[in-house]
């Protein structure tokens, strides 16, 4: 089995459909069924069971399985290691994060970056989706969670106080919640992933079971915008809020837990030069 027959067998086993593993490997769907079809013939095993579910591990599937993953690490090893020794300050440095900090930060910050180091060029992903460092999706990720690995270089660049907040429209039409009231009588603007995991879910610690949301969305950046649009109410970093002119309910409530921002990365990407003033630069526009 080579490299590139080991992708797309950790491709196929992570994703389990053809059009998944596709999206990945960035190639088409027949070109990974193909490719597995002749990974089976030339090893003469069965790896994979069709089902209605999709693609699922067989026993010797899933030692192969075992293998290219064992492959890969050391591949992505390599790879680390040779690029956290680069000292050149030019090349690609990928970046992924949240829209909302990538349109008020990050944004701000490669426009820093480019004048004074037009030679380095960054490939920015704006997502909610966790990514994975170890298996180099990324080079430098900013999230609001903060990791737990030995091997990921952590840094806190902010610690918001959560508000209250809705457009002066919106307040102009309904008026201010009563506290305690469980936002009876109001239009809400929730997080979709925080909304949904929680059994009682709550604005500034405040339950919402009177509340009536009307739009549960996955990004801080559309909950921002349709708190702009008069949706409703809902909660984002004070920072943030009066950033976008929104007008702050309940001035002198908070949310208990504050909204942290992480940047972090592969410890031996360190001391590369081109992450290395990447990193300074988001660090400089963070504080300012």
Same mark, same amino acid.
């Given at each position: 089995?080579?490299?590139?027959? $080991?992708?797309?067998?950790?491709?196929?086993?992570?994703?389990?459909?053809?059009?998944?593993?596709?999206?990945?490997?960035?190639?088409?769907?027949?070109?990974?069924? /193909?490719? %597995? $079809?002749?990974?089976?013939?030339?090893?003469?095993?069965?790896?994979?069971?069709?089902?209605?579910?999709?693609?699922?591990?067989?026993?010797?599937?899933?030692?192969?399985?075992?293998?290219?993953?064992?492959?890969?690490?050391?591949?992505?090893?390599?790879?680390?290691?040779?690029?956290?020794?680069?000292?050149?300050?030019?090349?690609?440095?990928?970046?992924?994060?949240?829209?909302?900090?990538?349109?008020?930060?990050?944004?701000? $910050?490669?426009?820093?970056?480019?004048?004074?180091?037009?030679?380095?060029?960054?490939?920015?992903?704006?997502?909610?989706?966790?990514?994975?460092?170890?298996?180099?999706?990324?080079?430098?990720? %900013?999230?609001?969670?903060?990791?737990?690995?030995?091997?990921?270089?952590?840094?806190?660049?902010?610690?918001?106080?959560?508000?209250?907040?809705?457009?002066?429209?919106?307040?102009?039409?309904?008026?201010?919640?009563?506290?305690?009231?469980?936002?009876?009588?109001?239009?809400?603007?929730?997080?979709?992933?925080?909304?949904?995991?929680?059994?009682?879910?709550?604005?500034?610690?405040?339950?919402?079971?009177?509340?009536?949301?009307?739009?549960?969305?996955?990004?801080?950046?559309?909950?921002?915008?349709?708190?702009?649009?008069?949706?409703?109410?809902?909660?984002?970093?004070?920072?943030?809020?009066?950033?976008?002119?929104?007008?702050?309910?309940?001035?002198?409530?908070? /949310?208990? $837990?504050?909204?942290?921002?992480?940047?972090?990365?592969?410890?031996?990407?360190?001391?590369?030069?081109?992450?290395?003033?990447? %990193?300074?630069?988001?660090?400089?526009?963070?504080?300012?």
């Amino acid at each position: 089995m080579n490299w590139d027959d $080991a992708r797309i067998l950790l491709a196929l086993g992570r994703e389990q459909t053809l059009r998944r593993a596709a999206r990945v490997l960035r190639v088409d769907q027949a070109t990974v069924g /193909r490719r %597995i $079809a002749a990974l089976e013939a030339d090893l003469g095993s069965t790896l994979f069971l069709r089902t209605p579910a999709g693609y699922q591990l067989t026993a010797i599937g899933e030692e192969a399985f075992a293998l290219a993953q064992k492959v890969e690490s050391a591949a992505l090893e390599l790879t680390r290691r040779i690029r956290g020794v680069d000292n050149e300050g030019a090349g690609e440095v990928r970046i992924s994060t949240t829209d909302s900090l990538a349109c008020d930060f990050v944004m701000p $910050a490669l426009r820093q970056l480019h004048l004074a180091h037009p030679e380095i060029r960054v490939v920015l992903h704006g997502s909610s989706d966790l990514v994975n460092l170890s298996q180099r999706e990324t080079d430098i990720a %900013i999230r609001n969670q903060r990791p737990d690995n030995p091997d990921l270089i952590l840094r806190k660049l902010a610690s918001w106080p959560m508000g209250l907040y809705a457009s002066t429209d919106y307040l102009a039409r309904q008026g201010e919640p009563v506290p305690a009231s469980g936002f009876a009588g109001h239009d809400l603007v929730m997080y979709e992933p925080y909304w949904r995991d929680r059994t009682v879910p709550t604005l500034v610690d405040e339950v919402i079971d009177q509340g009536r949301v009307v739009a549960a969305v996955n990004s801080s950046m559309m909950v921002r915008r349709a708190i702009a649009e008069g949706l409703g109410i809902g909660e984002i970093p004070i920072a943030l809020g009066e950033r976008d002119g929104l007008a702050r309910v309940w001035p002198s409530r908070e /949310r208990s $837990a504050p909204y942290e921002v992480w940047m972090v990365t592969h410890k031996d990407l360190r001391h590369t030069a081109r992450v290395r003033l990447v %990193i300074d630069q988001l660090v400089r526009t963070f504080e300012g």
